[in-house]
């Protein structure tokens, strides 16, 4: 689906199911004034159209702690000692393979990484950066960050309303 393909009410339609994915179809067709056959259809197109990857679940970090504990979150910089597109693309395809691996951008300048890891402990980071990092002779440098508390997380992304 090309941007021109996209009106006002598929923005509302987006900018809605950001905010809680839960709404009936029925409510969330009442948020932006259309039928709900209409929202149907329209939600299933932009599926469809790949505009909607997932939907998911955000959990309470503070209160699972009681149950699976805190965990431990990472934040990884990542430098490559090749830059090449091929060793890029292949360092983000064993990322992507990690489950503990939640997030991976490619930056620029400075490292060529920045990953969001969420393991249990510390012995299970140490393993995933054996993996991830020390088994790989293109990784030439590896600064991370270990999370204290999560003050905000968002996945909202900014639309042209």
């Known amino acids: 689906m090309e941007k021109a393909n996209l009106d006002a009410i598929d923005l509302q339609l987006l900018s809605q199911l950001q905010v809680d994915a839960s709404l009936t179809n ?6 932006v004034h259309v039928s709900p056959p209409t929202c149907l259809r329209r939600v299933k197109r932009l599926r469809d159209a790949g505009l909607i990857e997932r ?3 955000v959990l309470s970090v503070d209160k699972l702690a009681e149950v699976a504990g805190y965990g431990l979150c990472a934040l990884a910089e990542i430098t490559l000692d090749h830059q090449d597109n091929q060793a890029l693309e292949a360092f983000e395809q064993r990322v992507a393979r990690e489950a503990a691996v ?3 951008y490619r930056v ?7 990953l969001v890891v969420q393991v249990a402990q510390m012995p299970d980071y140490l393993a995933l950066a054996q993996r991830l990092f020390t088994a790989d002779a293109n990784v030439r440098n590896v600064k991370t ?3 204290l508390k999560r003050s905000k997380f968002g996945a909202r992304v ?3 309303l």
């Open 102 to 104: 939640q997030q991976c």
């Open 108 to 114: 620029s300048p400075g490292p060529d990484f920045c």
């Open 26 to 31: 029925q409510d969330l067709a009442a948020r």
């Open 145 to 147: 960050f270990f999370s």
């Open 55 to 57: 939907v998911i679940a």
């Open 158 to 160: 900014a639309l042209p």
